[in-house]
Nanobody
Framework: QVQLTESGGGSVQAGGSLKLSCTVS????????YGWYRQAPGKEREGIAL???????RYTDSMKGAFTPSQDNDNNILYLHMNSLKPDDTAMYYC???????????????????WGQGTQVTVSS
């Protein structure tokens, strides 16, 4: 059973940085692709970035590469590096995995098979 566990969220002042972690069990991350999303209260889930199964990183137009994903295959952990945080970045942040092969990756949430429970990020002004 594939499980994802996010951590690293918390409260930070505007301009600060956080590094979110997503520990993956039950599936070697070197074989799949991964997405990072966020959801603020009252808003739809928003894609941030993904790494496809070839290791290519893609970013949504709305996020414009503000945050950077990376992965540690040896320890089976995904990361999201967030700098210059703003109050508008306050949200629950999620990682997700695509375990099945796909020739092309999508930011549609339904594209990913398994989701973590999320970690809260709160940015104060």
């Amino acid at each position: 059973q594939v499980q994802l566990t996010e951590s690293g969220g918390g409260s930070v002042q505007a301009g600060g940085s956080l590094k979110l972690s997503c520990t993956v069990s039950g599936f070697p991350i070197s074989r799949g692709g991964y997405g990072w999303y966020r959801q603020a209260p009252g808003k739809e889930r928003e894609g941030i970035a993904l790494i496809d199964s070839s290791g290519i990183k893609r970013y949504t137009d709305s996020m414009k590469g503000a945050f950077t994903p990376s992965q540690d295959n040896d320890n089976n952990i995904l990361y999201l590096h967030m700098n210059s945080l703003k109050p508008d970045d306050t949200a629950m942040y999620y990682c997700a995995v695509r375990t099945r092969f796909a020739a092309y990756y999508s930011f549609q949430p339904s594209f990913f098979d398994v989701w973590g429970q999320g970690t809260q990020v709160t940015v104060s002004s």
